[in-house]
């Protein structure tokens, strides 16, 4: 891994830069290394605007602020002017950074979308997302699902978002009443609150997260989650989940549910692996692919998703002649041993 901190004594030609100014600077011509720190650029505003940032993941929260936008009367919105108004304070912040932005989260395309299915919830509201962007899933091993129970469905987390509405729609036509452990960000999604189960990605969780989580694998409720946590990346040329955390392992054994893999066949464009290749490589540590995930949604209209489902995994399997580390490693392998060959 190579650290740079002045980027104007190290840059070759990189050909996935002039995508990002071609796309979202409308500049003809530029070399690669002002689109890099334009990047850059781009992300010290992001910190700038919130007061600090994990290494991890922004948590975007801080920036698609919709909690003004609680009455129900009204859908949600994303509003970045005032928000980088009401975050920036007396130090104002160029227009054409805030305008960067509202193309990279496609902020114009997400508030049609909030307006248009305002008042749907839950399932439904998961529904209109496919019907919109017309998203197809192939299901395959829809007999491992069983008919009673309470289980623990862990899948591989390929798009970062498209597939976790197949995802559900298929769960959910078994089982109405499924729970999905997610980052807090996304419970700024109010319409799926009776779905979504808050988990704090940016920092120590609180007592009632804690708890929430809890009642939630105590509960009757399925559980669908994405023991990765974050969307995949291209490992060596296949595009694979980052290593699965334990959680998922310790809460089987705690709560009594066996494990149902779930392969989902999908994928990201070129663009955004490059991407985190290319910031990995350079030891960036703010998590620049993440702020186009949204892009990639747009992407992936007309697409089909695979669902594989396999056979339950008893929760008594996962006795102690491995750590829960060691198991979720094994039941990954085991996920994408299901990976089909076509």
């Known amino acids: 891994m190579v650290k740079v901190n002045n980027f104007s004594h190290f840059l070759p030609q990189i050909p996935i830069f002039y995508h990002f100014v071609n796309n979202f600077l409308n500049i ?143 769960v959910g036509n078994h089982f109405p009443n499924i729970k999905f452990p997610v980052n807090d960000l996304l419970m700024e999604l109010t319409m799926m609150r009776d779905i979504f189960v808050p988990v704090n990605k940016f920092g120590s969780q609180s007592k009632d997260n804690i708890r929430k989580l809890n009642e939630t694998f105590e509960s009757d409720a399925q559980i669908l989650i994405f023991p990765a946590g974050l969307a995949s990346r291209k490992i060596k040329g296949e595009v694979k989940d980052l290593e699965w955390k334990k959680t998922f392992i310790t809460k089987a054994i705690q709560s009594k549910r066996d494990i149902i893999p779930v392969y989902i066949k999908g994928q990201n464009s070129r663009f955004f692996y490059n991407l985190a290749n290319l910031r990995k490589f350079f030891g960036i540590k703010f998590n620049v692919e993440m702020m186009f995930l949204p892009g990639e949604v747009l992407k992936q209209r007309n697409a089909t998703i695979g669902l594989y489902f396999g056979k339950p995994i008893p929760y008594q399997h996962f006795d102690r002649s491995k750590s829960h580390k060691e198991w979720a490693k094994d039941v990954r392998e085991k996920l994408y041993d299901m990976m089909p060959t076509k």
């Open 28 to 170: 003809s011509t530029c070399k690669p290394l002002y689109t890099i720190e334009i990047v850059m650029l781009l992300g010290d505003y992001l910190k700038f605007l919130i007061g600090g940032y994990s290494q991890r993941l922004l948590p975007l929260k801080k920036i698609i602020d919709m909690s003004e936008m609680e009455n129900k009367d009204k859908p949600l919105q994303i509003d970045l002017d005032q928000i980088t108004r009401k975050k920036s304070g007396k130090r104002s912040v160029p227009k054409f950074v805030v305008s960067i932005l509202k193309r990279i989260v496609h902020q114009d395309f997400i508030n049609g979308f909030l307006r248009r299915h305002h008042g749907k919830e839950g399932l439904d509201w998961s529904k209109a997302f496919l019907n919109e962007f017309n998203i197809q899933i192939d299901v395959h091993g829809e007999e491992n699902i069983p008919s009673e129970g309470r289980y623990i469905f862990a899948a591989n987390h390929p798009m970062g978002g498209t597939e976790s509405h197949a995802f559900m729609k298929v």
